[in-house]
């Protein structure tokens, strides 16, 4: 089978098994197959028909995008690795607290010891959907923040959308400017250099962004920043924005999850997950079937859009998995 007739595949499986909204597939920087289908009915409005230039949620693809911008600011020089890393994370409210000991390191390995429960159907135990909808909707970082720590900071991992939220808000200040200058950066050194024409980032009412759940683009605008990984950071153009090996940083292992999604389970570094069978990979998912899969091996980036729930997940995951071994992996 070919790539597309593996798209083909994955959009004509059965509906209960979810739905594809779009796809794109990039081998060596080129665009060999895509797909798209249509937004469903909802009570807000009729079906709407997708193309290349319809834009969708990233969710938590969006963390991602997080790791990238750290990568921007120690680039631009703006953050130190060797000082800023491994010290304690600058949230004025922690000082003096037990939290003070939390690092930015232990943020991006999703191990500060919060509290937090990423669920995202029971609002009754939710954090994530009182952050996003509810009483954190406001000042996400804040909510996240002020939650009690139950661990030693560094100890036990805990995939967290509140501490990409802390995150954000620190980078943020680093940033400066507020809304507009997190827009400014993220739109001059990473949207534009990786051709992400199509991509809007969006930020809670305080103007932090929310970097857990919410960038909107097109499925060809996600594969190009999945390309921007599978290159170590170097756009198209060739020229470098992210640091080299960085990469490497994502994908540095921090956590199993023995998910029943994959025989092997999933691995996560640092704000990115890893698929065991696939050497050298490194993938953006986010809630019901985003994904960008980016195979350096195989010289290959795959973007899902979709509506996949949970309970379904697998077989979209391995119709996933039989794309990806498509592609060979080159010589």
Known sequence: MT???????????????????????????VVVAERYGAQ????FG?????????????WSTAKSIT????????????????RDFDAPADVPQWRGTDKQHITLLDLLEMRPGLEFVEDYVDDETSHC??????????DHAAYAAALPLVHEPGTFWNYSSGTTNIITEILGRVIGGGRSGMETYLRERLFEPCGMHSAVPKFDEVGTFVGSSFVYATARDFARFGELYRRDGVTESGERILPSGWADHGRTFV???????????????RHWWMWPEFRGSIAAHGYEG????????????????????????RPLLGLLRE????VPVSA
Not at 3 to 29: C, N, T, Y
Not at 129 to 138: N, S, V
């Open 40 to 43: 469903p009915e909802t009570l």
């Open 67 to 82: 790791h990238a911008l750290v990568g921007l600011l120690v680039m631009d020089g703006m953050l130190d690795p060797e």
């Open 290 to 313: 985003q994904y960008i899969l980016v195979m350096p091996d195989r010289e290959l980036t795959v973007v899902h859009l979709g509506k996949t729930s949970a309970a379904v997940r």
């Open 46 to 58: 009729p079906a709407v028909d997708l193309s290349a230039d319809s834009t969708l949620i990233s």
């Open 129 to 138: 959907i009182a952050m996003l909808f509810g009483e954190g909707a406001h």
């Open 3 to 29: 790539p597309q007739s593996r798209v083909d595949a994955i959009f004509e499986r059965p509906a209960e098994q979810g739905i594809s909204l779009a796809m794109a597939v990039m081998h060596r920087g």
């Open 323 to 326: 794309l990806i071994h498509e």
């Open 255 to 269: 956590a199993h999850d023995p998910t029943d999604d994959l025989d092997t389970g999933l691995d996560y570094g």
